[in-house]
């Protein structure tokens, strides 16, 4: 309750006022007006309308010269104990609500499971619930023992201190959401190591924190696994000495990193996924490792989102294959282009030459796909690589800007000089290709010969076939072969992508089966 008896206790105290979060900068009397103010800083500097200051004199200091505001304690709330909001936010015994379910971490529950005795608890959303603390020593642990996921976002907790204060009575706490808060660092992290000693899950988004501040708290976390800390005030990365070790998911979306720094964690020895959406990075280089080989930087990464950056030159796909780890790659949102200007040549492109992938932007690349991506790869740089010396000693300006061309090379053989001519999208579109329709299941029908575009999908072709077979094309199977992989046959499983998708050339087979 606020005592405007002693104004000095709320500075620094966090406040709800119309639903917004802000923190008292200033307590006390405003001439020439009557009565006790209070001096807030608003989290969204939006709401406020100075820097602290009225008729030249200065109250108090903001960060933005427009965050600040005077405002009457009565409309200050300063929050609740952690069980007064949890008795607020679960207690209620309508049919109605017990019968609902809430999705909670991809887990689905019955409100009934949640609610009916609180010792069993294992889930507690106080969002936005205005808790402040922890409330009577000792109450949390007696009343809610087996929390293990808490959310506590938009709190009005005031330090790390708090945190510890519930934290400690929740042994079986995996999980612990803390975003859109503005906690004062702790004093001496290294005395709160026990009060999160389960915590494996941690989310900061949005607490416009540091990496050195977050770093100066890490060793509160001796065992954690995943941590966000998106939309933060994150820019120069520094090494963590002795901390998160044991981190397995960065989450750094949104941060104005310094691209330099990002390789100060890249000694992180657990680290798998790592988080760079919109973070405004352009390049990243191994300098510890040549073209073809790999680096020793991020051991263990096998998932690598960059999307909406600014990646425009290819040179960094190639410092993305030293990684010996690596196998999803998502890079949507960028400025990588092939001389053709079709996304979906630059998606072969990323395919071709990061052959460790498995999926490429959420999507598994499946093995006719890979083998069409790389197939075209060495038919568009072919030119160039018999310019630079070919089957010889290729240059090493092409080889660096290339470095798995040789590889492909040896995997599907150095391309004829007939596929090294580039004809423009028009010659393109309307290729014809001749195509050699077989019916293996059948042998007596004979082998039907057509030239079709190359542009021609799968769907279509079945149409033709329908008008030739008479057979629903739901029920045609179609498979083909190469003259340049004998003996290999490839599914043709989806019905959208193009003949020139699978790589079909002319004097190809088409095996036509049927249920």
């Known amino acids: 309750m606020f005592n405007p008896e002693q104004p000095t206790d709320l500075l620094g105290r966090r406040v709800a006022i119309g639903g917004e979060r802000a923190t008292v900068r200033f307590a006390g009397l405003v001439p020439p007006t009557t009565g006790f103010w209070l001096g807030v800083e608003w989290d969204d500097p939006k709401r406020g309308k100075h820097d602290g ?11 933005h010269p427009t965050g600040g505001s005077f405002v009457r304690p009565e409309k200050a709330s300063f929050g609740v104990d952690f069980l007064t909001a949890l008795r607020r936010e679960y207690e209620f015994d309508t049919e109605e609500e017990l019968s609902q379910e809430v999705i909670i971490s991809s887990k689905k529950l019955k409100w009934s499971d949640v609610q009916c005795r609180f010792e069993k608890l294992p889930v507690a959303m106080l969002k936005y619930c205005e808790v402040n603390g922890p409330g009577e020593p000792g109450e949390i642990r007696n009343t809610t023992p087996n929390i293990e996921f808490l959310n506590l976002d938009g709190s009005l907790l005031t330090s790390w201190e708090d945190v510890a204060a519930i934290t400690k009575q929740l042994d079986q706490l995996h999980e612990l959401h803390l975003s859109e808060n503005r906690l004062r660092l702790p004093f001496d992290p290294s005395a709160h190591c026990l009060d999160f000693s389960s915590l494996k899950t941690l989310i900061l988004n949005r607490c416009e924190l540091t990496w050195k501040q977050i770093l100066e708290c890490a060793p509160m976390w001796p065992q ?4 966000s800390v998106e939309y933060n005030q994150i820019a120069e990365l520094q090494r963590p000495e002795g901390v998160l070790q044991t981190l397995v998911h960065l989450d750094l979306y949104g941060n104005p990193l310094v691209q330099d720094s990002l390789l100060s964690i890249s000694a ?7 988080n760079l959406t919109a973070t405004g990075i352009s390049a990243i280089q191994f300098e510890d490792a040549p073209p073809g080989r790999h680096t020793s930087m991020f ?4 998932h690598l989102i960059v999307d909406q950056n600014n990646i425009t030159e290819w040179s960094v796909v190639n410092e993305l294959s030293k990684l010996p780890s690596l196998k999803k790659l998502s890079c949507r949102g960028n400025r990588l282009v092939s001389s053709d200007g079709n996304p979906a040549t630059a998606n072969q492109m990323l395919i071709a030459k990061l052959g460790q992938l498995v999926t490429l932007n959420g999507c598994e690349i499946e093995p006719l796909e890979r083998r069409g991506a790389e197939l075209d790869y060495i038919k568009m740089f072919g030119e160039e690589w018999l310019k630079a ?3 010889g000693h290729p240059s090493t300006h092409f080889t660096n800007q290339h470095p798995r061309y040789q590889e492909l090379i040896n995997k599907y053989g150095a391309p004829e000089e007939g596929e090294l001519k580039k004809p423009g999208p028009s010659v393109l579109k309307n290729q014809l290709l001749k195509i050699t329709f077989t019916f293996p299941d059948d042998s007596s029908r004979k082998p039907i010969e057509k030239r079709l575009p190359a542009s021609m999908v799968v769907q279509k072709v079945k149409g033709l076939l329908y008008r030739l077979l008479k057979v629903p094309p739901s029920d045609l199977r179609l498979t083909y072969t190469s003259t340049k992989m004998v003996g290999a046959e490839f599914e043709l499983s989806n019905d959208l ?8 050339e002319d004097g190809d087979q088409i095996l036509v089966r049927w249920s």
């Open 299 to 302: 051991p263990a990464l096998t």
């Open 389 to 391: 010396g070919g089957p």
């Open 497 to 504: 992508k193009t003949l020139q998708f699978y790589s079909i």
């Open 53 to 63: 200051t009225h008729e030249g004199v200065q109250y108090f200091t903001c960060r």
């Open 268 to 274: 992180l020895p657990r680290l798998d996924c790592l």
């Open 224 to 227: 954690l696994e995943h941590l």
